[in-house]
């Protein structure tokens, strides 16, 4: 019998502790879930300015998108808004079938483009944009971890890497539990009693960490939101969401 890899000791903790993933269901507008721990290193900026430049580029392109969003979701009573809108769908639907369906599909983005327009442009583009939003808030709430511990410091501090590793599976469990983690030690010679610890303190093992489990565990458990525990559940979750904004 040939020895598990890395990505599959990591995926067999994981499955321990949350249940097994089903791969019939995809996640996301993207395709299959994948792996949902990730034990990449982050790519460091090498300048606090480089690192500005990234987090002013997300928050932007957050911004905009949700302005867009906002114009383009339904309004429950507003009737005006809503009967513009399905106007201008039908208008865009048109427009991309004729457009978009004549060209030739001669690569996979093209033959993407062309299911999209077939399907409904305006609400697939809607869903993709609404997708896109929490794609970029995950990745700026990576860069607001990062900018807490790496920028407002002289230096960067130890074991960033076993932060950022335990932050990963302390979300995910909060976001399939629906409830944050505990930590807590047992009594003879101090290894996690908890399951959250215990695959944390694994995970460790397998990715060659050192730091301490029990520091690294609290920190991560410390940093956990309300939007950890009961995120949008895909993009047309968001949808709803924001249209209860509006």
Known sequence: MSEMTVDEEIDAIVDKLIGPQDDSVPT?????AGRRLDVSKQNFHESKEEFNLEKEAVEAVIKNLESAISR?????????????????????????????????????VDLALSNVAQSGFSHVSLMVMAQAVYLYNDRL???????ERFWSVAHRPPNHYARTIALRLARLYAKHKRKKPTYGAARDGGHPST???RALEEI????????????QAKWAISQLTEEDINPPANALGLL???????
């Open 204 to 215: 460790y093992e397998v990715l060659g960490i050192t730091a301490s489990v029990h520091n």
């Open 28 to 32: 996301t507008l993207l395709g299959g």
């Open 72 to 108: 383009l979701v339904l309004e429950k009573g507003n009737m005006s808004k809503n009967q513009m809108l399905e106007r201008l769908s039908a208008a865009i639907n048109t427009r991309a079938v004729r457009v978009v369906g004549r060209q030739r599909a001669e690569t996979s």
């Open 195 to 197: 399951e959250f610890g």
């Open 141 to 147: 709430k990576e860069l607001l971890d990062q900018e």
């Open 240 to 246: 709803n969401y924001m249209s209860l904004k509006s």
